[in-house]
């Protein structure tokens, strides 16, 4: 009985830590991807190709990109309700009271969640508006596509950054 017991108590462990883990894998693979696409794609790009090549390769990568986002976007959201409610659940069991009565927590919580809002537009931008090449493009949006293939992909990745941050910042706001 009393190992049966422990099972089970096991398993109500592993849940929280799979949900976890989706959770950080998705935000590893979003802003991951991300970086890479600003530190590496785009310079990189820049220098091996000719200037009109950069957008449309750009392109090819970040269409293949855009779904594995767009599946990532789901998982995101539901792992990060299913967070919310453990760490309620953990602060109960520690202090008594839940989220709704720890301030600093839900401040930085609302920070992160409108940064997620702001990610999620400027990706859904990319995906509802054609941000592919015309060939009718004036000099300097030219020259624009150029310094950023895929748009807004530089305030992506800071947004990304800073909603890490926030992550790290809830961490230590409880045990
Ligand atoms: C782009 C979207 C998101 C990214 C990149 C992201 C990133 C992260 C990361 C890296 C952690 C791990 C913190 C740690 O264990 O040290 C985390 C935890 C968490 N996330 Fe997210 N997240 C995102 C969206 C969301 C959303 C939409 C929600 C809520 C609906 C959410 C709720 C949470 C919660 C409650 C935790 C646990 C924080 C704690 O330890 O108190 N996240 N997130």
């Known amino acids: 009985m009393e ?3 422990s099972v089970l108590t096991d398993l109500n462990q592993l849940y929280p830590i799979i949900n976890h883990w989706l959770h950080l894998m998705s935000a590893v693979i979003w802003i991951g991807g991300l ?3 600003v530190m590496a794609v785009t310079p990189g790009l820049r220098k091996a190709v000719p200037k009109e090549y950069v957008k449309p390769i750009a392109d090819t990568f970040y269409r293949r990109y855009k779904r594995v986002v767009g599946a990532l976007l ?16 953990l602060m109960h069991a520690q202090t008594g009271l839940g989220i709704p009565n720890h301030p600093k927590y839900l401040t930085v919580f609302f920070i992160k969640l409108s940064l997620v809002v702001g990610i999620l537009t400027l990706f859904l931008y990319t995906v509802i508006f054609k941000t592919e090449q015309t060939g009718e493009e004036t000099p300097e949006e030219k020259e624009e596509q150029l310094r950023e293939p895929i748009p807004y992909q530089r305030a ?7 909603i890490i941050l926030c992550a790290a910042a809830l961490k230590h706001l409880h045990q």
């Open 35 to 37: 970086a890479f696409l």
């Open 74 to 89: 789901v998982v995101i959201l539901f792992t990060g309700g299913i967070n919310l409610y453990y760490v309620n659940q």
């Open 3 to 5: 190992s049966l017991q």
């Open 156 to 162: 992506s990745l800071w947004m990304g950054l800073f």
